[in-house]
């Protein structure tokens, strides 16, 4: 039988997950009126962000510590993969408009 | 693992992940669906800036915000839920499963104002690419997620840790999904 994570460990990541959602928002500057591009270090605050978070929900709520390095590896790498794309593209368009 | 007994033995290559392995090829075959349509938008918004700012600042992010709120509290709920069903406290995981169908619910009816507010003002999947995108990819999502609640109705009348289990890697999976659309779709501009 696997071994879950235990309330604790899921309450802690709940909470790492919710204030990682919140920084993002004030990353992206949602505060302000009027809409402008967000300068590059706050995109790669809401990209790391999301990183951080789909790597703790892979690692707890989906319980992969649980797996051999070799799927954790491989989990976290097609996120990472997704998210240089996403980034990429950012870039591409920001450098170009 | 070595030392450790396999979760799944007789697997083969899936035997050492947690819970049902058809459940991860099915994760596995998503995220890899997804990426896909994750990179297309990012390529189709270098292709064409200037469309998809303009197009981008008609959403509302704080709402987004929110409905990531909303589903990051639903699976911990269900996470709880396999907890509670891993100790045999199957009250208690019911009850769990109960508050993480309630907040996907949430979900569905925040989604589907900002719908309604974007058809109301005559932003249509055909406006232009943005919002072909836009539509695409979070109905695509949505649609997991109804599939997920019941998936999760499914199992909080059909009770064991095998099943919940099964269940709740979906659920994860809907909101492994939430958390790279919205800041692809809503936040980087």
């Not at chain 1, 997704?82 to 408009?97: H, K, W």
Request: glycine residues 8%; positive net charge.
């Amino acid at each position: 039988m696997t071994a879950h994570p235990g309330t604790r460990r899921l309450l802690a990541t709940w909470a790492t997950l919710m204030a990682l959602t919140v920084i993002s928002m004030v990353s992206a500057r949602l505060d302000q009126g009027d809409w402008q591009a967000l300068p590059l270090w706050s995109a790669g605050l809401v990209l790391a962000a999301t990183g951080f978070k789909a790597q703790r929900l892979l690692m707890v709520y989906l319980n992969l510590r649980a797996a051999t390095p070799a799927w954790r590896g491989a989990f976290v790498g097609l996120v990472v993969l997704t998210l240089a794309l996403i980034g990429g593209g950012y870039l591409v368009a920001r450098l170009a408009g | 693992m070595s030392g450790r007994a396999l979760p799944n033995p007789g697997w083969g290559p899936l035997s050492a992940l947690p819970g049902n392995p058809l459940m991860w090829v099915l994760i596995l075959s998503e995220l890899l669906v997804f990426t896909a349509f994750f990179a297309l938008y990012a390529w189709q918004r270098a292709a064409d800036t200037a469309l998809f700012d303009v197009s981008q600042r008609e959403l509302d992010p704080l709402m987004g915000g929110l409905n990531t709120l909303v589903l990051l509290t639903s699976g911990l709920c269900v996470a709880l839920a396999v907890e509670a069903t891993s100790a045999e406290r199957i009250r208690r995981a019911r009850q769990w499963l109960s508050a993480s169908m309630g907040l996907g619910v949430g979900f569905c009816v925040i989604k589907v104002v900002e719908y309604a507010d974007k058809l109301a003002a005559g932003l249509t999947p055909e406006t232009n690419a943005f919002f072909g995108f836009y539509y695409g990819l979070t109905a695509f999502h949505f649609a997991h997620v109804l599939f997920g609640l019941g998936l999760l109705a499914l199992v909080t009348w059909r009770t064991s840790l095998d099943n919940v289990e099964t269940a709740a890697a979906f659920w994860h999976l809907v909101d492994l999904i939430w958390i790279l659309l919205y800041p692809l779709v809503y936040l980087l501009r």
